[in-house]
Each structure stands twice: as structure tokens, then as C-alpha cells.
């Protein structure tokens, strides 16, 4: 207990020293924090045409399970990831060690919300320092979210356009071939009497009618293979409505607005103020120590006055005699 309550008349004799910077700093710097660090959000609005997708997840967004995940594609590794390196939010990314890369993708992810609004508007924010980088990134980041979301889609369609592709170059050279031999055969014909020319004719319109069926079958694969081509120009790119059967589109540009920050980042800024404020603290205590010239023992007064001391005189208080006796009082006990 002695060792405690010298301990505590330490710390008091440095009072000044240990309080003021443990209140005064953190609290300035919180002030600082919530009057100075504005944080902005920005907003678009991602229509979607459930008529013209194939996939279950986009023709009912309103459904909870679908709005999941939609969510979680929004916020997936790869979508956040193209995000921070297309525009180039956090420097030398992929250079950071693979923890600090986990914190910074979460960090990212914990600024993006998604709303849904109706079964066909989809509602996206970004938060960011400035208004032109929330706006930026968010672009991006709704660019990123739409490939990602049409993927499947892309895919389907790619496949579609390399076999109609294939159909349309087969028939071509089916029709080639047929009017080749046509002409071959309508040049024999010239040549030919009797019952040979009627074989022949027989024959020529078997070879005609392989003609027209290749005609029919091309232009049928050429008519699809243009169609979903026009589709697919919606889905390669074109993320504003100025597509034909476009699926999903940007129906508003990006605007940012002021926004307060979340209770967490300030609590974060004065925790490190607090750990400022206790080092300083101990600074403060350090160099007044190390300055502090207050004599505090009896040999601190010998050295400064310089005298020799060759022993102590005990101090035995008040001295009386009475009856032979001597009746020594020292701080009111009698002895």
C-alpha cells in the first residue's frame, strides 16, 4: 500500500503533465475529425428489361434471394478488384502484401451499397473522399458490375454467333457447289438429245432444288445470326439505353452528394489521438523530470550548499524533566 501511495503522489506531482495532453489532444483531434473530413456518396440508377433476360435471377430482382445475390456479385473479390485497379484508387495494389490486400478489398466493399428500388431499378452507392473520385469509381464499379452480372449471357450468345457463323459458311459453299455443278449441267444440256436430255432435265432440277434449299437454309442462318449479332451488341457493351434489346443500362449518370462518416472511422482517429496523447504524455513527464532542479532529500540540499556532513543529531522533540524522569514528546506521543 505504502509503494501505492507513493506511486499515486508521483503521478499527481506530474498531474498537469499526463492530463492535459490524454483529454485536450484526442478531443481536438475528434473536433478536427468531425468537422473536416467529409466524406461524399455517390448514386446511379441501373435499369434492367426482364422481358429480354434469360436468366432467373434478373427477370424478378425483387425477390429476396435473387436481390442477395445480386449483392454478392456486386461486392465479389473479382468486381471489386477490376474496380480499384481500373481506376487506380489504391496505389501499387497488387504489390501490397496479401493481408493488408484482404483490408483494403474490405475496406472497398463496406463503402458499396445496392438498393433495390422496384422489380426493374437497381440502385447503386459508393462513398469516396472527393465528389470527382465517388463519381468515378462508382462508374467504373457499375461498368464492372453489369460484365459480370451478363457474363453468362455474353456466353450464351458468343456461342450462338460462332455456330450461326458456321451454319451461314457451310450453306454458302453448299450454294457455290450446287451452282457450279448447275451451270456445268446447264452447259451439258446444250449438248444433249434424246433420252440422255430427259435424264439430264431430271437431274438439273434435283441439282436446282439443292440450290434454292441452300439459298433458304443461308439466308435463314444469316437472318438469326444478324438478329442475336444486334443483341449482342447490347451485351459486349453499351451501358447507357442507346442499344436495341439492351438487358441492363445506366439509366442515370453518377452524383455524388455530401455525407457524414460513420461513427466507426472517427472512434478509429481517436483511438490513435489517445495513443498520441499517452506518448506525449510520457515525453512531457520524462523532460520535466530530467529539468525538474527542487531539492527533495537531504543529500540533494548537502550538494547544493557544498557542505561536508560528518554525522546527524537526532531531533528528540521536546525534552522535559520530572521526578528524575525525562519525558521526551516527539510528534504528541510521550515516550
Known amino acids: ?12 506531482n506530474y498531474r498537469y503533465q499526463v492530463l492535459l495532453p490524454i483529454i485536450l489532444l484526442p478531443l481536438m483531434v475528434l473536433s478536427v475529425s468531425l468537422a473536416y473530413n467529409p466524406l461524399y456518396e455517390a448514386t446511379t ?41 481500373s481506376t487506380g484508387a489504391v496505389v501499387g495494389f497488387e504489390l501490397l502484401p496479401t493481408e493488408e490486400k484482404s483490408n483494403v478489398l474490405r475496406d472497398f466493399t463496406n463503402r458499396v451499397r445496392m438498393t433495390i428500388l422496384s422489380d426493374d431499378m437497381v ?26 452480372i451478363l457474363a453468362p449471357e455474353r456466353v450464351r450468345v ?39 436430255r430427259e435424264a439430264l432435265l431430271k437431274e438439273l432440277v434435283g441439282v436446282e ?19 442475336l449479332l444486334l443483341q449482342s451488341r447490347s451485351l459486349m457493351g453499351g451501358q447507357f439505353h442507346n442499344e436495341p434489346n439492351a438487358i441492363m443500362w445506366i439509366v442515370d449518370p453518377a452524383l455524388s452528394l455530401s455525407t457524414k462518416r460513420d461513427m466507426t472511422y472517427h472512434m478509429q482517429i481517436l483511438f490513435v489521438a489517445l495513443q498520441a496523447a499517452l506518448v506525449l504524455a510520457l515525453v512531457l513527464v520524462m523532460y520535466k523530470k530530467l529539468t525538474d532542479s527542487t531539492l527533495k532529500k537531504d543529500s540533494d540540499i548537502y550538494d547544493a550548499l557544498g557542505l561536508k556532513i560528518l554525522g546527524h543529531v537526532p531531533n528528540l522533540g521536546h525534552v522535559e524533566s520530572e521526578g528524575g524522569r525525562l519525558i521526551i514528546t516527539t510528534q504528541s506521543k510521550v515516550l
Do not use: C, H
Open 1 to 12: 500500500m505504502l509503494k501505492i501511495a507513493i506511486f499515486l503522489v508521483q503521478i499527481w
Open 45 to 85: 440508377t441501373i435499369s434492367v428489361d426482364r422481358t429480354k433476360a434469360s436468366s432467373p435471377v434478373l427477370m424478378n430482382i425483387s425477390d429476396p434471394s435473387n436481390s442477395l445475390i445480386l449483392e454478392r456479385r456486386l461486392k465479389s473479390e473479382s468486381v471489386i478488384r477490376d474496380t480499384i485497379l
Open 123 to 148: 440502385r447503386i452507392n459508393y462513398k469516396g473522399e472527393t465528389p470527382e473520385k465517388a463519381e468515378n469509381v462508382l462508374e467504373i464499379l457499375v461498368g464492372n458490375f453489369i460484365d459480370e
Open 158 to 196: 458468343g456461342d450462338l454467333l460462332a455456330s450461326l457463323g458456321n451454319q451461314v459458311q457451310l450453306y454458302s459453299e453448299q450454294e457455290k457447289k450446287a451452282n457450279e455443278r448447275l451451270s456445268i449441267m446447264q452447259a451439258k444440256l446444250a449438248n444433249t438429245t434424246g433420252k440422255s
Open 209 to 227: 432444288f439443292n440450290v434454292q434449299k441452300a439459298i433458304a437454309q443461308k439466308d435463314l442462318a444469316q437472318s438469326e445470326y444478324e438478329d
